[in-house]
């Protein structure tokens, strides 16, 4: 009776070590798991944060859900959680490849055309400084000289964000930028 009793205490630790070494084995893979989400949004997140900040944080959310789970013990779900916020990191990636080659190609086609607009706009009001033209009087050319200057300084502002790396808040600057120059070029009668 007594072998009985020990053989069935030996079984009985035996499947409880079995299923702690497990619940270990599967605690490791799901730590190395919820690392490597880590490490994959780390090493998209400057640019990630430049580019596309909400995509970011949607990741950074699934890290932290996978990061809870670990810490409560629910493997399966950190797992799947780790698992969707590795998916989100390389969706990251390409969501900011794509997103910085369209600033890129936006602001190059506004380094292009406003500079010439705006030497046109200076061209023209230099030339209205001594003599202004049939239809504008003098406080039409001195409100058209301060709109300029405003549509310079914002231009200013925008190239230095541009080359500060920030074309998206360079690109914003230059939101309204557009129209006002082109409402200024039509006052002062210049054809686009």
Request: proline share 2%; charged share 20%.
């Amino acid at each position: 009776m007594a072998r009985r009793v020990n053989w069935a205490l030996c079984r009985v630790l035996g499947v409880a070590l079995l299923v702690v070494g497990c619940g270990n084995a599967q605690k490791e893979a799901t730590d190395a798991a919820v690392n490597a989400a880590q490490a994959a949004i780390n090493s998209v997140q400057v640019e990630a944060a430049k580019y596309v900040p909400d995509q970011l944080a949607a990741a950074n959310s699934a890290l932290q859900s996978a990061k809870d789970a670990l810490a409560k013990g629910d493997y399966a779900a950190a797992l799947a959680a780790a698992k969707d916020a590795t998916g989100k990191a390389r969706e990251l990636a390409t969501a900011a490849a794509a997103k910085k080659a369209e600033w890129t190609q936006t602001w190059s086609s506004l380094n292009e055309s406003l500079p010439k607009s705006m030497d046109a706009v200076k061209a023209k009001l230099d030339a209205y400084s001594k003599h202004l033209p049939a239809g504008m009087d003098q406080d039409k050319w001195a409100a058209a000289k301060a709109q300029y200057e405003q549509l310079k300084h914002t231009w200013a502002d925008a190239s230095a964000a541009a080359a500060q790396g920030n074309l998206g808040d360079a690109i914003k600057k230059t939101s309204g930028l557009k129209d006002l120059l082109t409402q200024l070029k039509e006052m002062l009668g210049i054809k686009s």
